[in-house]
């Protein structure tokens, strides 16, 4: 059974720098791009940013362009969303998602673009 598990949350300070992963397990990894979104409280959930099945192509929100960087290790199938110069707007539950790409080796951004979900991990940005 697919599945996807985010660790690597909580409270850190503004400024401050915090990674998150996402380890998959149950189906084959290096045909999947993965998605990072968020949802803050009260809010409709966002993408953040996404990574191609081989790590070539890269995307970011505008929001998050310069202070967050996206990678993966297909050979632990875990992507990593490594989180500096954080604000207190970046304060949501984190997801990790995962697209199916046999042929192209893109990422989307849209939330119907993924079939399978995480259940989220808490990063809270505050002094």
């Known amino acids: 059974q697919l599945q996807l598990a985010e660790s690597g949350g909580g409270l850190v300070q503004p400024g401050g720098s915090l990674r998150l992963s996402c380890a998959a397990s149950g189906f084959t990894w290096n045909y999947y791009a993965i998605g990072w979104f968020r949802q803050a409280p009260g809010k409709e959930r966002e993408w953040v940013s996404c990574?191609?099945?081989?790590?070539?192509?890269?995307n970011y929100a505008d929001s998050v362009k310069g202070r967050f960087t996206i990678s993966r290790d297909n050979a632990k199938n875990t992507v990593y969303l490594q989180m500096n110069s954080r604000k207190p707007e970046d304060t949501a539950v984190y997801y990790c998602a995962a697209d199916r790409k046999l042929w192209d080796d893109v990422c989307k951004t849209e939330i119907n673009d993924y079939e399978y979900w995480g259940q989220g991990t808490q990063v809270t940005v505050s002094s």
């Open positions: 990574i191609s099945k081989t790590g070539g192509r890269t």
